[in-house]
């Protein structure tokens, strides 16, 4: 099938979302019935990010990934969101803020 476009910068963004989703759902199927969950409130998340931070320009990238992330996990599967706030804490925890070369 071929991929939907749009002129309209915001459809696309959300098509591109769905796409994205799709292929994470194909990637990881659900578990099956979980245990009692994680409870975690984002500014807790975000509090301890920016308290690993070693420096303050990580820091403040800290604050712009999370509010990204928050912004867009109510349209994603739950390990979908967990998996994009590991990769900001690898990020964040990387000595020089550079992903490394073995990070897949």
């Known amino acids: 099938m071929e991929p939907?476009?749009?002129?309209?910068p915001l459809i696309a963004r959300a098509v591109?979302?769905?796409q994205e989703v799709d292929r994470f759902?194909?990637?990881?199927?659900?578990m099956s019935a979980?245990?009692?969950g994680?409870?975690?409130?984002?500014?807790?998340?975000?509090?301890?990010?920016?308290?690993?931070a070693p420096s303050d320009l990580q820091a403040e990238l800290v604050h712009r990934l999370v509010?990204?992330?928050?912004a867009?996990?109510?349209?994603?599967?739950?390990?979908?969101?967990?998996?994009?706030?590991?990769?900001?804490?690898?990020?964040?925890?990387?000595?020089?803020g550079e992903p490394?070369?073995?990070a897949g």
């Open 16 to 18: 591109e979302l769905n």
């Open 72 to 96: 867009y996990a109510a349209l994603k599967p739950p390990e979908m969101v967990l998996r994009e706030l590991l990769c900001i804490a690898a990020l964040v925890l990387e000595p020089d």
């Open 25 to 30: 759902k194909r990637r990881w199927p659900p």
């Open 34 to 36: 979980p245990d009692p």
């Open 38 to 52: 994680l409870s975690l409130r984002w500014e807790e998340f975000e509090r301890q990010l920016v308290d690993l």
């Open 100 to 102: 490394s070369e073995t």
């Open 4 to 8: 939907l476009r749009s002129d309209d």
């Open 67 to 70: 509010a990204r992330t928050r």
